[in-house]
């Protein structure tokens, strides 16, 4: 039997490199909608994971097996009016391992990482009709919006994204 899921802060990237690269080109070649088209070359996905490193990003991990599965990363606004909110961004899970919890347990380890700092209000995108709109409603995101034309996908259509928000009240 295998160990347990665990959802963990990074503090730093580092040793992890290949294995959020790994994770990261995978996701994308699955057709994950978070800003990279397919193919991706682990050469670009590694140049992301490199600028990822900021005080006011924090970048949680799941892992099985130590093994990393799936990262969500909690973007805390540094503006002066901005201090009650963060964004969720990123929030992905290996396609071998989709449909397990692990996005849900990802986002709500978020979610208590922005109460800790002081966040009522997190807001979050995706693509209209991806599975993650149904995680994020059952959550208890509220949808804001609807932008079309947002997203570019791998067919080289233009998707549209929704917009959520959920306050801590």
């Known amino acids: 039997m295998g160990s347990p899921l665990k959802i963990e802060q990074l503090a730093a990237i580092g040793i992890h490199m290949e294995a959020l690269t790994e994770l990261l080109v995978q996701v994308v070649e699955d057709g994950a909608s978070i ?14 994971w490199e600028r990822v490193e900021d005080p006011e990003v924090l970048l949680f991990v799941a892992t099985l097996n130590d ?13 002066q009016n ?13 396609p071998n391992y989709r449909r397990s919890g692990i996005g849900r347990a990802l986002l709500q380890k ?48 233009l998707d549209a994204t929704i917009f959520y928000y959920k306050t801590d009240s």
Do not use: W
């Not at 969500?72 to 503006?79: F, N, P, R, S």
């Not at 979050?124 to 994020?136: A, F, I, K, M, V």
């Open 35 to 48: 800003g990279f088209l397919p193919p991706l070359k682990r050469s670009e996905a590694a140049q992301y």
């Open 67 to 79: 093994q990393i599965v799936g990262t969500v990363q909690l973007h805390l606004c540094g503006k």
């Open 82 to 94: 901005g201090g009650h909110r963060a964004e969720i961004a990123k929030l992905m899970a290996h």
């Open 110 to 157: 978020a979610e208590e990482c922005a109460k800790e700092h002081g966040r009522s209000l997190i807001v979050l995108d995706t693509r209209e009709g991806d599975p993650s709109n149904n995680l994020y409603s059952s959550m208890g995101y509220i949808q804001a919006g609807r932008i079309p034309g947002y997203a570019k996908s791998a067919s080289g259509e």
